[in-house]
């Protein structure tokens, strides 16, 4: 089946520093890609929808300025969270949905953020 | 508003024993709903669609519109279906995913 892979799955910054997110479509292209950030024992909650070529949709309470998100390709999302906090730490998980307009969505291994 | 809720953070089940997950929904239009499944350090994954209306690894859910449920059964729990349940919704040509706040299932040997 399709797999979707990130980059890193663990990573540690300091406070005030950005680190970059990378999500891969590995043998499928994705127009969309969905960015969520899961708390600990915590659901999935969805942080943006990023498009290819055009700007990322947030949702409501998700600071855009903060969570960058560029689709540069069709098989490339990049999630850049800038000016870290330790309140940022958290599991960014992405995905891709099957295909166009599909609701069922292909999900990455997730990154684990810890800022201190 | 899309909204999906599932009552029970944590389940324990004897092996052998009937399970049964709940979920409730809430949408205005047609709904797409969907079991994922996360077992331990592993990616979610799909477990089942109601579209589909098939079983997997002996796993049903059939969509109940007039109750806005969901639910999902097995009717003899195995040890290796110990992982996190989530109930996701989604809606037709909308690719978004709302999903529950999920259900820790433990198989007890």
């Known amino acids: 089946g399709a797999v979707v892979s990130q980059h890193p799955s663990w990573v540690i910054c300091k406070s005030g520093t950005s680190v970059k997110i990378e999500c891969r479509s590995l043998?499928?292209?994705?127009?969309?890609m969905f960015w969520y950030r899961q708390f600990p024992k915590q659901s999935l909650m969805l942080m943006a929808t990023?498009?290819?070529?055009?700007?990322?949709?947030?949702e409501q309470g998700v600071e855009k300025d903060k969570f960058l998100i560029n689709h540069a390709s069709l098989t490339l999302s990049t999630l850049t969270v800038t000016s870290a906090h330790p309140e940022d730490s958290s599991f960014y998980i992405c995905?891709?949905?099957?295909?166009?307009?599909?609701?069922?969505?292909?999900f990455g291994p997730g990154t684990r953020l810890t800022v201190t | 508003a899309q909204r999906v809720t599932q009552p029970e953070k944590l389940l324990s089940v004897f092996k052998g024993a009937p399970v049964e997950l709940k979920c409730n929904y809430s949408?205005?239009?047609?709904?797409?709903l969907f079991w994922y499944v996360q077992y331990s350090r592993q990616r979610l994954q799909l477990l089942l669609r109601?579209?589909s209306r098939e079983s997997i690894k002996g796993f049903t859910a059939d969509l109940n519109k007039g109750e806005t449920s969901f639910h999902l059964k097995k009717p003899f729990a195995q040890e290796e279906d110990s992982a996190m349940y989530y109930c996701?919704?989604?809606?037709?040509?909308?690719?978004?995913?709302?999903f529950g706040t999920g259900t820790r299932l433990t198989i007890i040997p």
């Open positions: 995905s891709a949905p099957r295909g166009t307009g599909s609701v069922e969505q292909y």
């Open positions: 043998d499928f292209q994705a127009t969309t």
């Open positions: 990023s498009n290819e070529g055009s700007k990322a949709t947030y």
């Open positions: 949408y205005s239009g047609s709904p797409e």
């Open positions: 109601h579209i």
């Open positions: 996701a919704l989604g809606g037709f040509g909308n690719e978004k995913l709302t």
